[in-house]
């Protein structure tokens, strides 16, 4: 295990740069080059054709939308829309392509010279974006063994069927002035970008599924330098967590090397969801990748009238947005943080709002029972099967008192069940609140007579202790009864 310096001496010793390169993939119909399927999932090998499998003879079209897509990210950016820009060949050992060379582009972008601002605990930071441009992904490596990595495997499986996806790739220039709070700002950037390519639905950007993936370079400066130190960069990072938890770590492991006198490479880095990261390979230069113009395909030149009318289909900025809901729903910073923290749950939660649910309520069950039960089966809360009208049908259930909370919770049982609507569950269950004072008074004569000294307790006028005899009622009624009114009946019964 590497060696740590402890962060707050590493804050002291040095000043951190970040790096961040975010590849998004593009929800496109099809791939960047070809027309095949860009849909996940599929059996291994089925969306495939001669261009994504660079077969001699076979000629590229660049994807129409995929150019679209790239100025409205960058526009979002507040980017230059290049008024020329073409592709090049980035040639590297790449076993998951089958032509050994990556279509993208390297000195002249789409977008370049960007930026944007995010706030982190009351402070604003600006990001400046060097450029996005365009490329395709590769295909899917799996390796067989104890470990899942190349190391140590039995033997490696390759999927094509993602190769060609139209990827896109924002770059920023380096970060600094960001002292003790790098990593949380790392975090919030991916955050931000998460819910802007959301909103410009140019992409899914479900982290954990891979449609959007971070790369995180960091480096150290001692205090008082202005040369950037070397840089390690983290590949294929994908949750917010790990952003945080891989910089934090990068940080602290570059600082115990500095402070021994040593020298840090630059190099590629793995991340482990343990809490640490290992070396992968030498990091290549430019020159490295023998980048040159793709001959095969003509350069994109979108026009001033075409990126103006672009600009035009550009949502509510994602920060903007947010105070805004923030205020119509009267949540505290410390709410909404939460909201915002947890991935999908803003669009979710205003989705139930829409549907008729309060804000509070929404925020309840989304961000506690839900998502539970999201991490339990190891899917986003978007993927869990329940929707936002389920979602608002269940709350108009416990607020006309059919239901109280914990038989709602049942009622979510039925419905991700496939027992249809939170209605059709509560009938078919018969999970329906009893507010029948005969029924109610029966159990309440029952838990009097089974338990004298608190009943004695309640007429002394310690009303406190109903609490006891009230669970016992609930207990003896599964949960159904209608907690209210038997206290009503109880404290009648004993007055």
């Not at 190391?151 to 139209?166: C, F, I, K, M, Q």
């Amino acid at each position: 295990m590497d060696e740590l310096m402890d962060y707050d001496d590493a804050m002291a010793a040095y000043d951190p740069v970040l790096g961040m390169e975010v590849h998004v993939e593009l929800n496109t119909a099809s791939k960047m080059f070809c027309g095949c399927d860009n849909s996940p999932g599929g059996e291994p090998n089925t969306k495939t054709c001669p261009v994504c499998l660079g077969l001699p003879g076979s000629l590229p079209v660049v994807n129409g939308k995929a150019v679209e897509s790239a100025i409205r990210i960058g526009l979002a950016l507040n980017c230059q829309v290049a008024p020329w820009c073409r592709f090049a060949r980035k040639n590297y050992f790449y076993p998951d392509m089958t032509k050994n060379f990556q279509t993208s582009q390297y000195d002249e972008p789409i977008c370049f010279d960007g930026h944007l601002n995010l706030e982190v605990d009351g402070r604003t930071y600006r990001i400046e974006i060097e450029r996005v441009h365009m490329e395709e992904d590769a295909g899917k490596l799996t390796h067989a063994g104890s470990t899942g990595r190349i190391h140590g495997a039995e033997y490696s499986l390759v999927d094509y069927n993602r190769a060609g996806t139209p990827l896109m790739e924002i770059v920023t220039k380096p970060i600094r002035g960001l002292g003790e709070h790098a990593p949380a700002v790392g975090r919030a950037y991916m955050a931000h970008l998460r819910e802007l390519m959301r909103a410009l639905d140019v992409s899914d950007a479900r982290m954990e599924a891979g449609n959007m993936r971070c790369d995180a370079n960091v480096s150290l400066m001692p205090k008082g330098s202005d040369e950037l130190g070397t840089r390690t960069e983290t590949k294929n990072v994908n949750s917010l967590r790990s952003v945080e938890g891989a910089l934090r770590y990068e940080i602290q492991r570059q600082g115990a090397i500095l402070a021994g006198g040593g020298r840090v490479h630059q190099e590629t880095r793995h991340w482990h969801e343990e809490g640490w990261t290992s070396p992968g390979r030498s990091k290549e230069e430019a020159e490295d990748y023998r980048y040159f113009p793709e001959p095969d395909l003509v350069p994109v030149a979108p026009s001033r009238a075409w990126v103006e009318e672009l600009r035009a289909t550009l949502p509510e900025p994602p920060a903007q947005r947010r105070a805004r809901l923030q205020e119509a729903w009267g949540f505290t910073d410390l709410e909404m943080r939460d909201v915002v923290g947890n991935e999908g749950s803003l669009d979710l939660i205003a989705a139930t709002v829409a549907a008729g649910a309060t804000p509070a309520a929404a925020r309840k069950w989304w961000l506690g029972e839900l998502s539970r039960r999201a991490n339990e089966a190891g899917v986003d809360l978007s993927g869990l099967g329940v929707t936002p009208a389920q979602v608002a049908d269940v709350q108009a259930l416990v607020d006309a008192g059919t239901v109280n909370d914990k038989l709602a919770r049942q009622v979510f049982d039925g419905v991700l069940a496939g027992e249809g609507s939170p209605a059709e569950v509560v009938e078919g269950r018969g999970l329906a609140v009893v507010s029948d004072d005969g029924a109610l008074g029966a159990a309440v004569d029952a838990a009097i007579a089974a338990n004298p000294d608190v009943a004695q307790k309640i007429r002394d006028g310690k009303v406190q202790a109903a609490g006891a005899l009230i669970g016992q009622v609930m207990k003896a009624m599964r949960g159904k009864a209608d907690a209210a009114r038997v206290r009503a009946i109880l404290l009648e019964k004993l007055a």
